[in-house]
């Protein structure tokens, strides 16, 4: 199954990508050359739609062939934060409404039954009461959502995070997780999508609406990862606290680091600027591929150093 599942993602990945950029191109919904652009010519930010497609197309197959791959019931948050990303990406919509709908896609995440009701002993707190557990889940939901859209400011940066997250998630589990399926879906489309977001014509960004879908499945990943259902392999027996930090290492530090510098200087900790360690390495490499490759290097070495703790 998983193996079918790699090949027509991947088979799948290439048409859909060709055709939204192509509709979006039609549609004259480019990502326009601006002071903080990392791109000099014609992008479309239809890299997310397209992923979103293969995942839905590939379920909605199995769904009416009668198999169930994973709970189906997350495409509806998952397609909930592709609009609003979707919608952004055309209309540039004010980030508070963006974060209601991130509120009531995490409420729907909640409602399928995956919460954060149990700390492990950070802080010395084990289990949390009702509501403390759903605000809590929240919080981090929409914090990992923004985290990753923080970090969508150079070519495969996003892509590269989110695909080692997966990977790093699938193996240290002990056991087949239940969104195993989801994971042999997004793999290969992330790598076909890479392919055209390092091209230096007619490239394909993943836009808000890729950076919510990722956000919000690496934030059901890592609710599940919290939860009593998940266990890490006995030989590479890790705090989970530390696992999701050793795992998401670059997105939390660019995130606090940006949002205090942009509270410092009395601006809205939500307005885009060049600011992100990305932007700075990129300065210095003058490649985006390189700039890429040395935070990805980083992650990989934080995620070894921790193991080793």
């Known amino acids: 199954m998983a193996y079918n599942l790699v090949i027509t993602s991947f088979c799948l990945s290439i048409p859909i990508l060709i055709f939204t950029q192509r509709l979006f191109l039609k549609m004259n919904h480019t990502d326009k050359v601006i002071s903080r652009s990392s791109h000099k010519s014609i992008a479309t930010r239809s890299g997310g739609v397209s992923v979103f497609l293969i995942l839905f197309l590939i379920s909605l197959y199995f ?3 009668g198999k169930t791959l994973f709970d189906y019931s997350y495409i509806v948050p998952l397609s909930l934060l592709v609009m609003i990303g979707l919608y952004d990406d055309i209309r540039n919509i004010d980030y508070k409404l963006k974060f209601i709908f991130q509120i009531i896609a995490g409420k729907i995440i909640i409602d399928n039954g995956l919460i954060i009701d ?3 002993g950070v802080l010395g707190i084990y289990e949390l009461g009702r509501l403390a557990a759903q605000l809590l889940t929240i919080f981090i939901i929409v914090a990992i959502i923004n985290s990753i859209n923080f970090i969508d400011g150079i070519d495969g940066l996003a ?3 989110i695909t080692i997250f997966i990977l790093s998630f699938e193996f240290f589990s002990v056991s087949i997780t239940p969104f195993r399926s989801i994971s042999w879906i997004l793999i290969p489309s992330l790598i076909a999508l890479s392919f055209f977001n390092f091209k230096k014509e007619k490239k394909i960004f993943l836009g808000d ?15 599940y990862v919290l939860s009593n259902d998940y266990i890490i392999k006995p030989e590479y027996d890790l705090h989970k606290i ?9 997105p939390i530090i660019d ?11 009395n601006k809205s900790p939500f307005i885009a600027d060049k600011k992100h360690l990305h932007h700075l390495i990129l300065s210095k490499t003058k490649s985006h591929f390189k700039s890429t490759f040395l935070i990805i290097l980083f992650s990989i070495i934080v995620i070894f150093t921790f193991q080793l703790i």
């Open 159 to 161: 892509l590269s995070i």
């Open 63 to 65: 769904y009416i062939d």
């Open 242 to 250: 530390l696992f999701i930090f050793s795992i998401f290492t670059y």
């Open 255 to 265: 995130m606090i680091r940006v949002f205090f510098i942009r509270l410092f200087n």
């Open 209 to 223: 609406s890729g950076s919510h879908l990722l956000g919000g499945i690496a934030s059901i990943y890592v609710v």
């Open 118 to 120: 149990n700390l492990h």
